[in-house]
């Protein structure tokens, strides 16, 4: 993704902004400043419909390289997936619910 891109939409997107990327999935979202830091730049991660809109209203926000690779060994833990897998039997089965939403959005080449 180019870094001028990035630069503008940290200057003049809305706070709490959401911008769709070439991955399916993977989206920018500014965070509002506030007092003690100004407004910043994160990747949120939503698995996304049909349509490519995310799923969730809030999925995984990464603020840093750290953070993402602190979550990738956590969710590669084996643990987890075992820990998943007991959560899938005891929890009740969910129909999938559809969403309608907006076109013509912009995407952020990455």
């Known amino acids: 993704m180019p870094d001028e891109k990035l630069a503008q939409f940290l200057k003049s997107g809305r ?54 690779e602190e979550f990738r060994r956590l969710i590669n833990d084996e643990k987890l997936t075992i820990l998943m897998a007991k959560i899938d039997e005891v929890n009740p089965r969910r129909e999938a619910v559809r969403r309608r939403g907006g076109a013509g959005e912009e995407v952020l080449e990455i």
């Not at 911008?19 to 994160?42: E, K, N, Y």
């Not at 049909?50 to 840093?64: A, C, I, N, Q």
């Open 15 to 68: 706070d709490w902004e959401r911008r769709a990327t070439t991955v399916p999935g993977i989206f920018v979202l500014r965070l509002p400043g506030d007092g003690r830091r100004p407004a910043s730049l994160a990747v949120e991660i939503n698995p996304v419909d049909e349509g490519g809109r995310p799923t969730k209203r809030r999925g995984l926000v990464l603020r840093s390289s750290e953070e993402l």
